[in-house]
């Protein structure tokens, strides 16, 4: 069954570092997501992208965080200079057609554990 | 502003018992609700989407329902197995494409 690829599963970085997560979504879908959870709290949404830009973002996408989808199989999302409070899981999600507002389901990848020092 | 909570936080029951976990919503302005797996250290699966014309969906053990007038949906989970046990998160669509989430109820079944 297919399912989105996120690497590496866990990385650490001191703060003020830049760092590049990692998704390969499924080959056929159309729209790319990042959410994030930081730990013990919701899975709050980051940014959606589609036909090669940002559809959505939220207010926690602020000008640190950057995404980009450099060939046609991966997805990445850039933190220019990490904070402590950048601590989380990120997770990478993809649908298919337009989207989840066409009632289309989520494959979320199985995560990035972000830690900051 | 949409909040989605999640009533309760944490539930324990014997194998082979039947529950329902509920979420709850404050604007019902939704396109469509999802129901989710997420089990420790990996990612979230999409166990049901109920569109907001729809009453209700069912996938094997599981069907969920909801009443979008009154901001509610339930998850009814039958003879449950310690397989099932997780986090199940509920997340609603607005006009846009991220997912809004509750917190999630943790569901632990003994054998």
């Known amino acids: 069954e297919p399912e989105v690829t996120q690497t590496p599963s866990h990385q650490v970085t001191q703060m003020g570092q830049e760092v590049i997560l990692r998704c390969v979504p499924i080959?056929?879908?159309?729209?790319f997501y990042w959410y994030r959870q930081i730990l013990g709290q919701k899975v709050e949404f980051l940014v959606s992208?589609?036909?090669?830009?940002?559809?959505?973002k939220s207010e926690i996408f602020d000008d640190q965080f950057s995404v980009e989808r450099p060939d046609g199989s991966n997805f990445t999302l850039k933190i220019r200079s990490t904070k402590l409070e950048d601590s989380a899981m990120y997770f990478c999600?993809?649908?298919?057609?337009?989207?989840?507002?066409?009632?289309?389901?989520?494959?979320f990848g199985s995560g990035t554990q972000l830690s900051v020092l | 502003k949409q909040e989605v909570t999640q009533i309760p936080a944490a539930l324990s029951v014997p194998e082979g018992e039947n529950l329902v976990l509920n979420c709850s919503f404050t604007?019902?302005?939704?396109?469509?609700l999802q129901w989710f797996r997420q089990d420790p250290g990996k990612g979230l699966t999409s166990l049901l989407l109920?569109?907001?014309?729809?009453r209700e969906q069912t996938s094997g053990r599981l069907n969920a329902s909801l009443d979008k007038s009154s901001g509610r949906s339930t998850l009814y989970i039958a003879a449950s197995q310690p397989g099932d046990s997780a986090t199940y998160l509920c997340?609603?669509?607005?006009?846009?494409?991220?997912?809004?989430f509750g917190k999630g109820t943790t569901l632990s079944v003994s054998s």
């Open positions: 999600a993809s649908s298919a057609g337009q989207g989840v507002i066409a009632n289309e389901k989520l494959f």
């Open positions: 080959s056929n879908h159309l729209y």
């Open positions: 992208f589609y036909n090669n830009e940002i559809s959505e």
């Open positions: 604007d019902s302005a939704i396109y469509n």
């Open positions: 109920i569109q907001s014309s729809q």
């Open positions: 997340a609603v669509t607005q006009a846009g494409t991220a997912l809004i």
